[in-house]
C-alpha cells in the first residue's frame, strides 16, 4: 500500500474508551497500546520474554531483561500498527508470527519493504512529512513522518532509517488530540520544525534509554530527551524505551532527575510495564 494522505476506510468494530480522553497501556520496550477517537493502535510490537535475544542488526542482538506488560494474543483488535523502524526490539519474531497479515503497518520504506518480505500485505511507507489518513465514519486519524536520526555518521548509513511519528485524530473535522511518537531518535536539529509545523502537541511517547552501540549513542539519553521536550513543549510526555535491554544505559531515574533540574513545563507522566493510563487532551479540558 502506497503512503499518502489517501482516505482508508477502516472496520466498524465499536470501541469503548471516552471520546476525549486517550487510553494508554505501556506494553514494554517501545510498545504501547493506544485508544482515541474510535481507533485502537499499537506502536513497535515487541512482545519477547526476558531472556529471547532481539536481532539489532549488523550482526548484533541482545538479551531481553524484562517481561512484556502483556502477551500478544492479548490484544484487542487493531486498526493499525505504527513502526518506527524495522528493528527486532521493535519489531520482533512474535510479531512477525502472530500479527494479521492484512494489519495496516505505518512505518518508513526500508521498514515497508522488510515487511513485505515477512509476507505482510499492507505496509504504509511514508518519507518524512508524508501523511496516510484513516477513516470510520465520522472519525479520523492521519499518521505523519517525522524526522528521526538514529546515529551519527558514519554508523548512521550502516543502520536503518527510522522515523517519528504524529497522529492527529479527528472527530466531525475537529482536531481531538495531537500525539508525537519519537521513535529511535537521537536530538537532532530538524526536531525544531516539529512544532513549527504542528504546534501544541497534547502527548509525546518519548523514546530514551540512551542506547549505545560500540559506545555509540543511538537514542536520546536523559539530557538529549529533556532537551528534546525543551522544543517540543507537548502538554504531556510518557517515557518509554529505557529498561528492556542491557544497551539501554540512561536509566529513567537519570530522567526522572534530569527532568526535575531542568522544570519542564510539560507534565510527566511515569507508567510501568502493563500499566494503564488515561489522559485528556489539553484541548479537551479546555472545551
Known sequence: MAGGDDG???GSVPRSTPDDDVELTFVGTATVLLRHGGFTLLTDPNFLHAGERAYLGLGLSSKRLTNAGMEIDEL???????????????????????????????????GARKLRQQGFRNPVALETWQSHRIVRGGNEVTITAMPGKHAPQPLGALLPPVMGSLLEFRRQGELSLRLYVSGDTLLHDRLAEIPRRHPDIDVCLLHLGGTRVAGILLTMDAVQGVRALQILQP?????????????FKSSLDDFRHAAEQAQLDAE???VSHGETITVTPRRAARR
Open 8 to 10: 482508508v476506510q477502516a
Open 76 to 110: 484487542p483488535p487493531l486498526d493499525f500498527v505504527v513502526l518506527s523502524h524495522h528493528h527486532g526490539d521493535h519489531f520482533d519474531r512474535v510479531a512477525v508470527e502472530r500479527l494479521d497479515k492484512d494489519l495496516p503497518i505505518v512505518t518508513e520504506p526500508h
Open 235 to 247: 502538554a504531556v510526555a510518557v517515557p518509554i524505551h529505557f529498561n528492556d535491554y542491557p544497551v
Open 268 to 270: 510527566i507522566r511515569y
